[in-house]
């Protein structure tokens, strides 16, 4: 089995190749798609970096790329720095006629009553006309219990009349037990075996009975994600728990929604049905095994599963064009001058393109310098790292403004707006020509949102509201930066 290595050397600008055999899973035992024949192991020929030796790419149905924050580093101290991995589908993939499994979770607790489990119910039915036959779908509803209201169904014509009919007949009473409906549709998505699998969930309210905590609910969602599907969360108006919701999208690689009135229900609903249309891989993990001696300290808004001297981080499916990273803080022990191994990547993912599953990995190795000096900090990690800093900051700054300070929750924002414009200009000018408009694009993001922040904490904060009306702008500050921190951590 064919394996490129590249190793991210500066002073020798050497290129590394090896032979190795990987396996995340048994290929022997998946199962194509659309049920047929059995995956093919398939690997691709790589050309070498377009970045040179300071990184390794893959190419393919996921582009794959990595670097180190440092390409040399001083051989008589140890050393902090930076793996960053990042993934990306191919946006021109149209991916090879999956099945794919939409399950529909829909609060219908009391406080839905009215306009909101109306939108709830005509988005969810918008969504099962717009799905093809043959697709499958389910639908939970929970409030005080969850109930499997439409098992995991193969959608005709006839299935299809009777599962708008049951999802038009719900009615809103009773409290909220989120959990509940997770763990109901984890049973429901047990045995579909093959498909791309996607959960809609929707809640307009607080967890009131059930897991009631932000790592509780980080569990139950975490065995969703386990099984490869993708739960996106959707927020209704102002009084949901917008840490929890966006922390079970984050634990299954979804994405979490604001919406501050129901009516926007649909175009959420619509925006994710053409992202799964267009899945072009499915149960992608990326393994990062750590040479000896080099620690691992964080991996960086993700989960991941720690074994010895490898993390392995589920990616979960792809849409064409979807992207996430990998950010990983490693300890470098000091040594003798030279090359030193760092990292091999190792990524796997059903490629729905081609139909199979493809394994590629790559190492990185960094310099160990004996005159004591370090290499500039790569421009593509800073940006990284710098977002890394945003989405903890404005998350930081929300519970400030939560509890009653919105003066130092402005500070906050304020604080690394100011870091991330000193680190945007520095970075663009050390980047390189091709790298230096998508760089300025990333940090852009970074300052918008931190700009919307900043000018939402004006609002008196929940606590002091004088009304209705304020309480009300107060909140959708809170939900709207939860959702645009939770979108910078992809």
């Given at each position: 089995m064919k394996v490129r290595t590249v190793a991210a050397l500066a002073a020798l600008g050497m290129t590394f190749t090896s032979l190795s055999v990987w396996s995340l899973t048994d290929p022997d035992k998946r199962v194509s798609p659309d049920g047929g024949e059995r995956w093919t192991e398939r690997r691709t020929p790589l050309p070498p970096p377009e970045d040179g030796p300071a990184g390794f790419e893959m190419r393919g149905t996921l582009g794959v790329t990595g670097r180190l924050a440092h390409t040399s580093l001083a051989s008589d101290r140890d050393s902090e720095t930076f793996v960053l991995v990042n993934v990306k589908a191919d946006?021109?993939?149209?991916?090879?006629?999956?099945?794919?499994?939409?399950?529909?979770?829909?609060?219908?607790?009391?406080?839905?009553?009215?306009?909101?489990?109306?939108?709830?119910?005509?988005?969810?039915?918008?969504?099962?006309?717009?799905?093809?036959?043959?697709?499958?779908?389910?639908?939970?509803?929970?409030?005080?219990?969850?109930?499997?209201?439409?098992?995991?169904?193969?959608?005709?014509?006839?299935?299809?009349?009777?599962?708008?009919?049951?999802?038009?007949?719900?009615?809103?009473?009773?409290?909220?037990?989120?959990?509940?409906?997770?763990?109901?549709?984890?049973?429901?998505?047990?045995?579909?075996?093959?498909?791309?699998?996607?959960?809609?969930?929707?809640?307009?309210?607080?967890?009131?009975?059930?897991?009631?905590?932000?790592?509780?609910?980080?569990?139950?969602?975490?065995?969703?994600?386990?099984?490869?599907?993708?739960?996106?969360?959707?927020?209704?108006?102002?009084d949901y728990n917008e840490r929890m919701m966006a922390a079970i999208a984050q634990e299954t690689n979804g994405r979490h929604y604001f919406v501050s009135s129901p009516e926007g229900l649909a175009r959420i609903f619509d925006e994710e049905l053409r992202g799964l249309e267009r899945t072009v891989a499915r149960d992608a993990r990326l393994e990062l095994e750590f040479a000896p001696g080099v620690e691992l300290e964080e991996i960086v808004d993700r989960s991941f599963e720690r074994q010895s001297s490898r993390a392995v981080v589920p990616l979960g499916a792809f849409a064409a064009g979807e992207e996430r990273t990998v950010l990983a803080r490693v300890r470098i022990p000091r040594g003798a001058s030279g090359e030193r191994d760092v990292v091999t990547a190792r990524i796997a993912y059903d490629d729905l393109d081609s139909g199979s599953r493809t394994r590629d990995d790559a190492r990185l190795a960094v310099h160990l310098t004996s005159d004591g000096s370090s290499s500039p900090f790569d421009p593509i990690v800073k940006e990284r790292v710098d977002r890394s800093g945003t989405v903890s900051a404005l998350g930081e700054a929300n519970r400030l403004f939560e509890s009653g300070d919105a003066e130092a929750a402005r500070r906050r924002v304020k604080d690394e707006l100011d870091k991330v414009q000193s680190g945007r200009s520095q970075a663009v000018a050390a980047a390189s020509a091709p790298q230096k408009r998508a760089l300025d694009e990333s940090f852009a993001r970074q300052e918008a949102a931190l700009g919307s922040a900043l000018g939402g904490f004006a609002e008196p904060p929940p606590a002091a509201a004088p009304d209705a009306v304020t309480l009300k702008k107060s909140k959708s500050v809170l939900t709207q930066t939860q959702a645009e921190a939770t979108d910078l951590a992809r």
């Open positions: 946006d021109r993939g149209s991916g090879r006629r999956a099945e794919r499994h939409l399950s529909l979770v829909i609060d219908r607790s009391g406080s839905m009553q009215g306009k909101r489990l109306e939108n709830a119910v005509a988005a969810a039915r918008g969504a099962v006309e717009r799905l093809n036959d043959e697709d499958t779908v389910s639908v939970v509803e929970y409030a005080t219990n969850a109930r499997e209201l439409v098992p995991a169904t193969r959608l005709d014509t006839s299935s299809r009349l009777r599962i708008l009919g049951e999802i038009g007949r719900l009615t809103a009473s009773g409290d909220t037990c989120i959990s509940c409906a997770l763990d109901t549709t984890l049973a429901t998505m047990r045995g579909q075996r093959g498909a791309v699998e996607r959960v809609l969930l929707i809640s307009d309210g607080e967890a009131t009975t059930g897991i009631r905590d932000v790592d509780g609910m980080r569990r139950v969602a975490a065995s969703l994600g386990n099984m490869g599907a993708t739960v996106t969360t959707i927020g209704v108006d102002v």
